[in-house]
C-alpha cells in the first residue's frame, strides 16, 4: 500500500463530521447547513473564528479543507478534549489518506477486535506506527503522538539515530520528538522541557498535523511506501 500524506484534498461531499468514540461511523447529512462549515466562519459549532483567545483556530482551517480532522456528531470540535490511543490512529490514517485494509490478517485482542476503531488499530499496527494498543481508550501521550506523525511520514528510527540530532530537551531522547523540533513541527515548554507522557489534547495533535503537512510540502511533498521503508528494518 502506498501512504500519500500532505496531499489530501476535500472531496465534493460534504466531510463527515463524527464522534469518534460513540457513533465513529456517522456521517452528515446532505441536507446540512453548508453556511455553518465554511472557511473563516465558525468551522464547528463551539468555535467562533473571531475569537482570539483560541490559538489553534488557524491550524483547524488547513485540516477541516482537507478533510483530515473530523469533529463530534453533534457538531463540536472539543479542543480541550485528552486524544485516547484509538483516536490518534483513526487521525493518523486520515492524514495520510490512504485505503485502511480492515481485513488485515492481524491478531488483535478481543477488545481491540470489538472496539469502533478496530480497522484503524490494525492499520496503526500494521505499519508499526503505534505500539501500545492494549487499551485502544487510554489517553495518548504527546511522545507517541509525534512518533506516529513522524513514521507515517516515512521517518525511519535508524536514519534519525545517525543524524546525531541535538537534544533540546532534558526529559526525552526520542529521536522521532528530536527530528520533529528541529523541523519546528513541535516545540517544548516554557521551562525548556517536552515532557513525552503527557496527556495530549485535540487542538495540540491538529497543530502537529498540520505542521508536519507544512513542513514536508514546503519540501515538495512527500510519497512514501510503508511497505518498502519497513523492508529495510
Given at each position: ?124 499496527l ?19 503522538v ?30 522521532f ?34 505542521r ?17 521503508v519497513?523492508?529495510?528494518?
Open positions: 500500500p502506498v501512504l500519500v500524506i500532505g496531499t489530501a484534498m476535500r472531496s465534493e461531499k460534504m466531510i463527515d463530521v463524527e464522534s469518534m468514540k460513540e457513533v465513529p461511523e456517522r456521517e452528515m447529512g446532505d441536507n446540512m447547513p453548508m453556511e455553518k462549515w465554511k472557511i473563516g466562519a465558525s468551522l464547528y459549532n463551539d468555535i467562533d473564528s473571531n475569537d482570539s483567545s483560541l490559538w489553534y483556530t488557524k491550524y483547524l482551517e488547513l485540516l477541516y479543507d482537507r478533510g483530515i480532522f473530523s469533529g463530534y456528531a453533534d457538531g463540536r470540535f472539543g479542543g480541550a478534549n485528552d486524544v485516547t490511543a484509538a483516536e490518534v490512529a483513526k487521525i493518523i490514517a486520515e492524514a495520510a489518506e490512504h485505503a485502511v485494509d480492515a481485513e488485515y490478517d492481524l491478531d488483535l485482542t478481543a477488545k481491540q477486535r470489538m472496539h469502533w476503531a478496530s480497522k484503524y488499530l490494525k492499520n496503526a500494521k505499519y508499526r506506527l503505534m505500539s501500545n494498543l492494549n487499551d485502544p481508550d487510554r489517553s495518548a501521550n504527546r511522545q507517541e509525534v512518533e506516529a506523525v513522524l513514521k507515517a511520514y516515512g521517518f525511519v528510527e535508524a536514519d534519525l539515530v545517525a543524524e546525531n540530532l541535538t537534544d533540546p530537551f532534558p526529559d526525552t531522547d526520542n529521536v520528538v528530536l527530528k520533529a523540533y528541529q523541523l519546528e513541527i513541535i516545540g517544548g515548554y516554557p521551562d525548556n522541557t517536552f515532557r513525552p507522557d503527557g496527556k495530549i489534547n485535540r487542538a495540540e495533535v491538529a497543530k502537529i498535523i498540520t508536519a503537512i507544512e513542513v514536508l510540502e514546503e519540501d515538495d511533498g512527500v510519497e512514501t511506501t510503508l511497505d518498502e519497513f523492508e529495510e528494518r
